[in-house]
């Protein structure tokens, strides 16, 4: 039950009437034309009839036939930007934050050591292989391959399984006592592979819906009054088996993709895997030391904010990429857009920061981990963006670095306030760092192209 993550953004498929019409051009004169502008786009009978519905590419294109018509007569010059969606870009960013609260009632207030560890160790499984199912599903889904991705996703869901679940079975052989926590652990990589599926799958809505339970007894259960331990497991354990029962219902029908296809799409998501990993090891190993709880809670708010500024982002990168005709000027204005989305996302970041000082004691310790914060939620935008447009590579190696300097530290530190210290140069470093890479690679016109 993760809620330290965004999911890879997905891709959007294009519309058929986008395959063939373009801004300033002549009508089409019959359905022939269009049946070859669409073959020439790429389109096959076999997906004109599992994308569109339609039986083969002569059908699909004397549906588009009228529509063409009147779209090429009444057709504006005027470019404006795509207008972002916002319940589902709030769908999105909901279903992994919601899930924070079940963790933390879940838990039920403990914070020994090793229990600490062992939750934080599902939190970084977890999210890689999710980041790694969600590749799978976008990369094929944007193909055009809707059932193959619903086989797959589902299969790597349940390879990832297998390992949590042997794993938890050795340490609760090892320490019985551990039992409850590693119940509570492997629930949680059920989740989010689960959400994950049904955000790839376009479903957010179903999710939120299997989390209703689980937050109707969360909320009271941390906010105001504690509620019996039964019917607090009870609410958790629903939204769970509901998560999952969806994500199964939503793959069925899937069939199993070419083993050529299959291949690639697992090759280039390792490469995501081990991004997911890098990211939510920074996130959970700041919590090692021992600090209060709660300084990483602006970061579990600000992922909806993320979300909406990535989508912005892109909608005015759209927009600059249509209207202008120099890579000089495409720069400049691309550099505000991303001055823009930083902006909004850093206020959102510092305010929820400010809501979380105010409610504890703000001992030194407390205020460099609270920096640290800010800047950690900075570098996870700009680490984003980046992998938004399939910059992974520089990602994983900078995360990963950070990874190692951050664990390093406790094998020479033993103070809170010098690995507080410690902890807010990584973070400041990977900051400056993915943000400095984020503006040299996104400036560039072929990265959005």
């Known amino acids: 039950m993760s809620a330290d993550c965004v999911l890879l953004p997905g891709q959007r498929h294009q519309q058929a009437s986008e395959l063939v019409e373009r801004p300033g051009s002549a009508p089409p004169v019959d359905s022939y034309e269009v049946a070859a502008a669409l073959e020439a786009s790429g389109i096959s009978d076999r997906t004109a009839l599992e994308r569109y519905g339609r039986p083969d590419v002569f059908a699909l294109a004397a549906d588009l036939l009228p529509s063409l018509r009147m779209e090429a007569v009444s057709h504006s010059p005027v470019v404006r930007a795509t207008r972002v969606a916002i319940v589902p870009t709030l769908q999105r960013g909901l279903v992994f934050v919601l899930p924070a609260l079940l963790t933390g009632s879940a838990m039920g207030g403990r914070t020994a050591q090793l229990e600490v560890v062992l939750l934080l160790a599902a939190v970084a499984y977890g999210w890689a292989a999710s980041q790694g199912v969600a590749y799978a599903g976008y990369a094929l889904t944007s193909a055009g391959s809707l059932p193959e991705a619903r086989r797959l996703m589902r299969d790597l869901a349940v390879l990832a399984l297998v390992p949590a679940l042997v794993g938890a079975g050795l340490v609760w052989w090892r320490l019985p006592a551990a039992g409850y926590v590693l119940a509570v652990a492997v629930s949680q990589i059920a989740y989010v592979l689960g959400s994950t599926i049904g955000v790839v799958l376009r479903r957010p809505g179903v999710m939120l819906v299997a989390l209703v339970p689980g937050v109707l007894v969360a909320v009271p259960d941390l906010l105001i009054v504690g509620l019996p331990r039964p019917l607090v497991l009870t609410g958790i354990g629903v939204t769970v088996a509901a998560t999952v029962a969806a994500a199964v219902w939503l793959c069925r029908g899937g069939r199993r993709p070419g083993r050529a296809v299959r291949r690639s799409v697992l090759a280039d998501s390792r490469l995501y895997a081990a991004y997911g990993a890098c990211l939510a090891l920074l996130l959970t190993v700041g919590l090692l030391d021992g600090v209060p709880s709660g300084t990483l809670l602006p970061l579990v708010g600000g992922v909806v904010v993320a979300e909406w500024q990535l989508e912005q982002y892109r909608s005015r990168a759209g927009l600059i990429l249509q209207t202008t005709t120099s890579a000089v000027e495409f720069a400049r204005q691309i550099g505000r857009a991303l001055l ?40 996870f935008l700009a680490a984003l963006l980046l992998v938004a447009h399939r910059q992974v590579v520089p990602v994983v190696v900078v995360t990963g670095l950070g990874v190692v300097l951050a664990a390093s530290r406790y094998l020479v530190m033993d103070q809170a306030f010098v690995l507080a210290v410690w902890y807010l140069a990584i973070c400041g470093s990977l900051a400056t760092t993915l943000s400095v890479l984020a503006w040299q690679r996104l400036t560039r016109v072929e990265v959005h192209r």
Not at 342 to 360: E, K, P
């Open 340 to 379: 823009k989305c930083a902006a909004g996302y850093l206020l959102a970041l510092v305010l929820l920061t400010v809501l979380v000082a105010a409610t504890r004691d703000l001992t030194p310790v407390v205020v460099l981990r609270l920096i640290s914060t800010i800047m950690l939620g900075w570098a």
